[in-house]
């Protein structure tokens, strides 16, 4: 069922977002009251052991877990609150701050981002936009469009039959026949599932490469599957390859350097990846002309999280907004290859 699919998808992601963002706050119902550490043994004198850092109160009941479970999906202890605001309006200087080290408000942005990638394909299936979209009258359809042809090639070629007899050209005939022949074997490959050998013949690519497009050609859901279930687990693969590209924008900087950008990438990531779930959540309402004006905000967005996080002018924010456009195309355009390739390969 794809509704309980998606359901779980964001639980999941907000699960795993946990391990890797601390829990904060104390006091509900179903939490131990120690004295000392459950862990280590050493006394307590706060919300968490100074020795080895494990939380003072030990939930025990049902009632806790499922508390603990809807603010891991809900709230991320009331740090998203915090977050999403500046992320969406300020992401510079939610960046900035992150970096200078001021992080105990604020969701860490590899929990956001895997709380996004698990919300958005959670969303995604819920809404069918994974699956593909192939109508259920295709094989009639299909079907009519091979005895519209027949009936064609048919009235022409007795049309041709008739000049030759009376001693007139063919040649306005021979052409058009040869075109509806070709289109026909193509329609008539495609219902009997020999496209795929059609297809072959038709790529020059070495035999390495041409099987697993044959395959590709003649089980195209499989390929799908394949995408869509690499895509989801290798998300994380667009920070390392979208880093490199914003490095170049400040080469051999003595005040910028890597992890900058890796927080910037991976928070503006989550931006993107949360306006595509709000997008489609519009689109789903009702609304598709706002979901459309929603995919202009990113460079938008991209221009005043590089000018709030880098300290830049407008006019050298703006440039490297469109070499950043650029490069991000790039990154992602190297992504898919990569998915592709998965999904031929694997």
């Known amino acids: ?110 929990a956001l981002f895997l709380f996004s990638v698990f919300l958005m394909f959670g969303v995604a299936s819920f809404s069918g936009g994974l699956s593909p979209r192939i109508s259920p009258n295709a094989p009639a359809e299909l079907q009519k469009s091979i005895t519209s042809n027949e009936r064609q090639i048919a009235a022409l070629q007795r049309e041709r039959d008739a000049a030759v007899r009376d001693g007139r050209s063919t040649a306005s005939f021979d052409p058009k026949i040869a075109e509806l022949q070709k289109d026909l074997a193509i329609m008539r490959g495609v219902q009997s599932g020999e496209i795929g050998r059609v297809a072959k013949t038709q790529i020059d690519a070495p035999d390495w490469l041409s099987k697993p497009l044959e395959k590709a050609v003649k089980n195209p859901d499989l390929l799908f599957y394949k995408l869509k279930t690499n895509a989801y687990k290798f998300s994380w693969m667009l920070i390392p390859l979208s880093v490199p590209f914003l490095w170049l924008m400040f080469p051999f900087s003595r005040r910028f350097r890597l992890y900058d950008h890796t927080v910037f990438v991976t928070y503006s990531l989550s931006f993107m990846t949360l306006l595509v779930v709000a997008a489609v959540l519009i689109g789903l309402a009702g609304l598709p002309a706002v979901a459309g004006f929603a995919m202009l905000i990113p460079p938008f967005h991209i221009y005043r999280q590089l000018k709030g996080t880098y300290g830049l002018s407008p006019g050298g924010a703006l440039l490297r907004t469109f070499l950043l456009i650029a490069f991000a195309t790039l990154a992602l355009g190297l992504f898919l290859l990569m998915l592709f390739g998965l999904g031929l390969f694997d």
């Open 1 to 110: 069922m794809p509704d309980l699919e998606a359901i779980g998808d964001a639980a999941s992601g907000a699960v795993l977002a946990r391990t890797v963002e601390p829990r904060t706050g104390s006091g509900e119902d179903g939490h131990t009251h120690e004295k000392n550490c459950l862990n280590c043994g050493a006394e307590l004198a706060g919300d968490y052991c100074h020795a080895c850092g494990q939380r003072a109160r030990v939930h025990r009941t049902l009632h806790a877990f499922w508390h603990d479970l809807l603010h891991g999906v809900l709230h991320f202890e009331g740090k998203i609150w915090h977050t999403l605001p500046l992320l969406a309006w300020r992401p510079g200087e939610l960046t900035r701050r992150y970096i200078d080290g001021e992080r105990a408000k604020f969701v860490s942005p590899m």
